[in-house]
C-alpha cells in the first residue's frame, strides 16, 4: 500500500484553467503538507495542515486554495493557472507537528504540472 | 532564519566513503538536524536525524560537531543506487511555527 498517494501523477492544462491535485495518506498522521519544487530542484514549503487546521501558509498567490476535508486528505485548487506554476508539486505527511523541526516527513510521489 | 550550505554536487566511486558537508551557522537552539535524500522523478526520503553529537542508523551516520553549526553525512560504502541529491535540513520558526528548509541540496553521483 501506498503511504502517500497523489493524484493525478501528471497534469498538463492550458493558461488559465483551473486545476486540483489531490492527496491522501493511509499512516494516520496528523500533519500533512504541500511543497513546490521547481525546475532547479528548489523544495519550497506552501501549506501545512495539522488537524486539519492550517498552521503554515507561505507567501503563495491566492489562486492557490488548499482544502482538508480530513486528516487524511489534503487537496490543492489552483485558479487561473499560470506559466509560472509549471513545476512538481509534492503531498508529504508527518505524525504530528513538532516545533523543533524533528518530525519526519513522508513523501507523495509527486504531480508533474505543466501549464501551456 | 537559519540556511543551510553545501556543495552544490560530489562524484564518489562505488564501494567508497562519502561524507557530505553542510553548514548551518543561524540554527536555532532547540533545533534538529536532518537529511533526506532524493532520486528522479521521486518524493525526498527521510535519512537521519540527530540534535549532536554522533547518530548511526543502518543507512548513514551523522557526525555534528559541539558547536552545532554545521553536519556531515557519511555514507559508507556506496552503490549506484546511491545516486541522489541529498538534502540538509533545519528549521525556520515563523509565526510561532517551524517549518523545514530545504536548500539547494547536493547532487551526488556515484560511478563504477
Known amino acids: 500500500d501506498t503511504a502517500v498517494s497523489q493524484t493525478p501523477k501528471y497534469l498538463v492544462t492550458q493558461m488559465g484553467n483551473d486545476k486540483s491535485i489531490k492527496c491522501e495518506q493511509n499512516?494516520?498522521?496528523?500533519?500533512m503538507y504541500w511543497y513546490k519544487q521547481d525546475s532547479k530542484k528548489f523544495l519550497k514549503i506552501m501549506f501545512s495542515?495539522?488537524?486539519?487546521?492550517?498552521?503554515i501558509n507561505e507567501t503563495v498567490p491566492n489562486r492557490f486554495s488548499p482544502k482538508s476535508p480530513d486528516k487524511a486528505h489534503l487537496n490543492l485548487h489552483i485558479n487561473s493557472l499560470e506559466l509560472g506554476d509549471s513545476a512538481v508539486y509534492f503531498c508529504?505527511?508527518?505524525?504530528?507537528?513538532?516545533?523543533?523541526?524533528?518530525?519526519?516527513?513522508?513523501f507523495g510521489p509527486g504531480t508533474r504540472l505543466l501549464v501551456l | 532564519l537559519a540556511k543551510t550550505t553545501q556543495p552544490i554536487s560530489m562524484d564518489s566511486y562505488e564501494g567508497q566513503e562519502v561524507n557530505i558537508t553542510c553548514s548551518h551557522n543561524?540554527?536555532?537552539?532547540?533545533?534538529?538536524i536532518t537529511w533526506y535524500q532524493q532520486f528522479p522523478s521521486q518524493g525526498p526520503r527521510f535519512i537521519i536525524q540527530?540534535?549532536?553529537t554522533k547518530v548511526t542508523n543502518e543507512v548513514a551516520s551523522l557526525f555534528i560537531p559541539a558547536d552545532r553549526k554545521s553536519s556531515t553525512l557519511s555514507l559508507p560504502r556506496v552503490s549506484l543506487s546511491d545516486t541522489a541529491v541529498y538534502y540538509c535540513?533545519?528549521?525556520?520558526?515563523?509565526?510561532?511555527?517551524?517549518?523545514?528548509?530545504f536548500g539547494a541540496g547536493t547532487r551526488l553521483a556515484v560511478h563504477p
Open positions: 508529504a505527511s508527518s505524525q504530528e507537528y513538532l516545533p523543533s523541526g524533528q518530525e519526519t516527513q513522508y
Open positions: 499512516l494516520g498522521h496528523d500533519t
Open positions: 495542515y495539522n488537524n486539519k487546521e492550517l498552521i
Open positions: 543561524n540554527i536555532a537552539t532547540n533545533d534538529y
Open positions: 540527530g540534535y549532536k
Open positions: 535540513l533545519v528549521g525556520d520558526m515563523d509565526g510561532g511555527y517551524n517549518k523545514l528548509i
